[in-house]
C-alpha cells in the first residue's frame, strides 16, 4: 500500500512540474516581441516582389493597440539593386493562438504560421511556404 502510495504521489508531482514548466508563449508576449514598447521597425527580405517579379527589400513597423496581441502598421518596400521606393501600404495586424494575421488596406492580407521573434532577429514562413527573414537592424 506504501509503494502505491508513493507512487500516486510521484505521479501527481512529475505531472504538476510538467505543466508548471512548459514554455508557451502567449499571444500578447508574441506581439510586444514583434511591436516593442513604442513600435518597432523591421528589416529585410519578407517576400515582396513587384509587378514584374523584381525582389524587394520591406521596412515593417509594428505598433500594438490597446493590447500587445494587436495592432497597426506600415510596409515600405525598395528595390534590391538601387534602393529606390516601390510601394507602402498600411496594415492592421493580430495575433491568434500563436498564428499572426496582417491584414493590409491595398493588399491581400497575410497569414503567417510558422515563426519566430527574438530580440533581433524576425524570421518564419508564410503559408504558401516562401521563408521571410528581417532584422531589427538595417542590413542593405
Known sequence: MKTNLKFYWLLVLTTFMMVSFTSCEDDEE????????????WYGDFGASDIDGYPLYSEIMFVAGQSNSHGSGWEKTYYQDNLEPCYQ???DWVVDNGILYIYYRNQSPLVIHDFYVSHRTFKGYFENGL??????????
Request: glycine residues 12%; negative net charge; charged residues 25%.
Open 131 to 140: 521563408e521571410f527573414y528581417l532584422y531589427l537592424d538595417r542590413r542593405w
Open 89 to 91: 501600404d498600411t496594415f
Open 30 to 41: 508574441i506581439g510586444y516581441d514583434l511591436s516593442g514598447v513604442c513600435g518597432q521597425t
